[in-house]
């Protein structure tokens, strides 16, 4: 959906995420003659793919309560051939609340999993992104909760960097055993204690060592999570605002700009959140991948790409697994968190 | 204390808030020794300032339950001068989990306070910085809290910026109203009631818009908060060290950095924390001021220059003047709650 030029970019990311993924197909759900207009710029994914008219669309400010009723949206019927066993991933640029309800409704939490987060790559000065959740998903988390991020966040970071046993940490406001909620001491203890997960729980970090690389995955309640995500963001944004005005000062600055433009080109790059697009709810009976609304083609591709990969690794089976690991630890656990106290 | 480099730089500091502050006089704490051979290189400060010796040190690793008992340490001696009115207020760069302890002890809440709060200037593109609270003092806040949190920050917006009315919103997830925990939802309905107060609550607002200027004070719980400043702080780092190591990328982006070297010192200027240094603890029957123990003197300066002010306009009793405020109007405040359930 998104109007012309939305269908565009999509399309053109889509087309761009085909080349990079030979054997996928598509079934895309939207405005058909819009869809069918865009592929006639892309032969290559028209002959990869199926169009599916939505007659509904869920809008920006759309409650998730309004959204859940709109079945003939794009979004509900892309789940909806997730549920059916018709499509392997989910992949959309619409409104987040409203994804997440349906996704939730039609696909269900995962056994072993009390809720779902929504997680994505952040990048790094080490040698690969880290893997953040809860970005916003669920408000107020419980120390259960942020040990089952934890493992879902792990299973995604074994796929996306390659590793065996991803480092993990939990955000905080120190990195001392008593700092932060007891939510969080509670799930560090239960962490420490399962030594026989495929991770390696490394303790606390705080929000200026998100970019250091020292951690794979940051585990976090939605709410800082999403606090943290948007000021990164945010900051990254106003360093290359102040940049800007400094360069354009003064005829000397513009000129050493133009010189440096290669070298800016390399942080443009660096900072671009097209190349980190594509947000996972993680814990679903199924892979839901969330694109921004602002993404270009490359973005686009990106989120594509991400349903792509771990539709390939298959995380949900690896999650599963996992969680069998934390639950026959659990009594340890408990024991554990009552010595600790 | 810190050692020689340490006291040094504190000293330093302090000369140079002394020129700024020319009424100002000096209690210095710490090592007696140190202190009076770093004074010879300011003879003004020197004749503004009195000398005495600390004999504990309270160290960074100290728990606050431990550092409480060091009554001789400098930050014990500088909160106690503030109790007994030998001093206007406290500027420490020791232990600030310490110092929030020692100065909630010995100063006690302001009436109709039930927490302090720390507070600190953050860089805006707009006209003026905004003051951030709660960054740390309480991992968990009530909408009780988040509101008195809000009423100290716009005294302290009005002070620091010279505002009538200074433009207040709580940090979310979102800008609807239906986003975000109870507590906060609740905060947002009390201050949104109390249109007598000094302050114009304009809602919500998200990490990303910390730095655009639309607020002159944002309001979070300390976990949140502490986690947003952190990540800003960490953020503006990773961007700078990836603008250094693009300049330094190939020779002629070495070139352009000389060429372009006016303009990146304003980028580090406006960046540069000590600009923004000296965190306040509000809500306590005094004045105390946080200097990052990373401070060079131009911090250190500041941190002093930020306690100066916060005494010059009393603060204090502000706060209390306008809390008297907040409860003729907490009936009403009350069934607005009710109503919006």
Do not use: W
Not at 309 to 316: A, S
């Amino acid at each position: 959906m998104g109007g012309d030029e939305g269908v565009r970019v999509m399309m053109a990311g889509v087309a761009l995420a085909r080349h990079r993924h030979e054997g996928l197909r598509f079934t895309l759900f939207g405005d058909e003659a819009r869809i069918k207009a865009a592929l006639d710029n892309h032969p290559n994914l028209r002959a990869a793919s199926e169009v599916v008219h939505a007659s509904d669309v869920v809008s920006a400010g759309d409650k998730p309560s309004v959204a859940i009723r709109k079945k003939a949206s794009s979004m509900s019927m892309a789940i909806a051939a997730v549920k059916a066993g018709e499509a392997g991933a989910a992949v959309s640029s619409g409104n987040t609340g409203a994804l997440m309800a349906m996704a939730k409704l039609a696909l269900r939490t995962m056994p072993g999993i009390d809720r779902p987060a929504l997680a994505a790559l952040l990048p790094t000065l080490g040698d690969n992104d880290v893997v953040m959740l809860d970005l916003g998903a669920n408000t107020e988390c419980d120390a259960r909760n942020l040990v089952q991020f934890a493992v879902m966040g792990a299973a995604y970071a074994r796929i996306a960097f390659d590793l065996e046993r991803p480092r993990v940490r939990i955000m905080n406001i120190g990195t001392e055993d008593m700092k932060g909620t007891e939510e969080i001491r509670d799930a560090a203890a239960i962490l420490r204690a399962a030594t026989s997960l495929p991770l390696s729980f490394d303790g606390f970090t705080e929000g200026d060592k998100i970019g250091r690389g020292e951690a794979d995955v940051i585990v976090s309640d939605g709410f800082s999570g999403n606090v943290a995500l948007k000021t990164a963001e945010g900051t990254a944004r106003f360093v290359t605002d102040l940049l800007r005005t400094a360069f354009t000062s003064s005829i000397r600055s513009k000129i050493g700009f133009l010189i440096s433009k290669p070298a800016m080109h390399l942080l443009k790059h660096h900072l671009d959140p097209n190349n980190h697009n594509g947000a996972v709810f993680l814990g679903l009976n199924g892979v839901v991948v969330k694109s921004h609304g602002s993404a270009n083609d490359k973005g686009v591709a990106n989120a594509v790409h991400v349903a792509a990969r771990l539709l390939e690794e298959d995380i949900t089976r690896r999650i599963a697994a996992d969680m069998a690991g934390v639950s026959a630890l659990s009594g340890v656990a408990s024991k554990q968190e009552l010595a600790a106290k």
